[in-house]
């Protein structure tokens, strides 16, 4: 089934899986994915053949009456999970996991399709702190629902995505099969380079065609939007000379183009402190990466339209997937079906 296979894209975001799993010669039927932006983004950047079904909500979603597919693909919401989001909502005294209503029970709803539906196989992704959180109470209830409840044999592992792009982000990947042994991780072909940020850069020579929302001019240069402002800059490098003083590693992430940077996260809107790209020496004031470098940054073709403003690109880059991680991942496990 390594080609011609239907998938469905839940919790879909901008497109990242869905294109990883077309790239691996899969047909998407029915898509979910409730931001606005979200959906501008992903409308604009797929067509809707005939047949292909979109719910905004996925706990709406009559599991009893979906087009035929083989694949579910999910990444459910991670924010009541990851590391950042517990440190948050434990400050705030608010519940995080599954005891956070809004998001921490959509994986229920993941079961209560993968019940109903029963297709051949899934693969859900989330931030790599799934495993540990509750004490890892949360990911042994998770596990125990899709391999004794639903009778799936579940393989997972977590991935660092630096061997695809100039980035360290370390994601948790689920993979389900109905039929026949688990899923083998040690399959997927892992590139043996390491590419770095020079990759995702504008290069500001004149080789790349202008994109005049993010560069202009005969040699392509970056907006000078892109630059930190003067009190931007100088606020990151107080805190980070506080923390350093404290004894704490927090503080911006400055790199040049032979460097691999740090996680993009959802937050990079606000300072785009944790990827900072150096201008000439020391002196000059680092800018923050573009959306096209983001985009690029999570493995994401630069026919991807970006359509929205900065900073719902920088939240939906900074949500999505490693689209060639998702790729070889896709690859081998629909090859593995037969």
């Not at 004794?148 to 994601?171: C, N």
């Amino acid at each position: 089934m390594s080609r011609n296979f239907k998938f469905i894209d839940l919790f879909a975001g901008v497109g990242g899986t869905r294109i990883g799993f077309e790239n691996a010669g899969g047909k998407c039927v029915l898509t979910s994915e409730w931001d606005r932006y979200a959906q501008q983004s992903y409308i604009a950047n797929f067509d809707k053949p005939r047949g292909h079904v979109f719910i905004p909500d996925v706990r709406q979603l009559d599991a009893t009456n979906l087009p035929r597919y083989d694949v579910l693909v999910a990444g459910f919401p991670c924010q009541p999970f990851s590391a950042a989001g517990v440190s948050k909502k434990n400050s705030l005294g608010r519940p995080h996991g599954f005891l956070e209503k809004t998001q921490g029970t959509l994986f229920f709803d993941v079961a209560r399709i993968l019940k109903q539906s029963r297709p051949k196989a899934f693969l859900l992704e989330n931030v790599k702190n799934l495993l540990v959180h509750d004490n890892g109470q949360t990911f042994k209830t998770i596990l125990q629902i899709l391999r004794e409840d639903l009778a799936y044999e579940v393989s997972y592992r977590v991935i660092d995505s630096r061997p695809w792009v100039p980035q360290s982000r370390k994601r948790i990947y689920i993979a389900g099969v109905a039929k026949g042994a688990p899923f083998d991780f040690d399959l997927i072909n892992t590139p043996t380079t390491q590419p770095v940020l020079g990759s995702i850069l504008h290069p500001q020579n004149g080789s790349e065609e202008v994109e005049p929302r993010f560069t202009y001019g005969r040699y392509g240069r970056v907006h000078e939007k892109y630059t930190l402002g003067d009190r931007t800059w100088e606020y990151l490098q107080r805190h980070a000379e506080l923390h350093k003083n404290k004894g704490n590693g927090f503080g911006y992430g400055l790199f040049d183009r032979t460097g691999v940077s740090r996680t993009l996260s959802s937050r990079y809107y606000k300072d785009g402190s944790e990827i900072l790209i150096k201008r000439g020496n020391g002196r000059v004031k680092p800018r923050r990466l573009t959306p096209r470098e983001c985009a690029r940054l999570m493995g994401f073709p630069d026919n991807y339209n970006i359509v929205v403003s900065d900073t719902q690109a920088y939240k939906q880059f900074g949500n999505s997937v490693v689209v060639p991680v998702i790729s070889e991942i896709a690859t081998e496990l629909t090859r593995s079906l037969g």
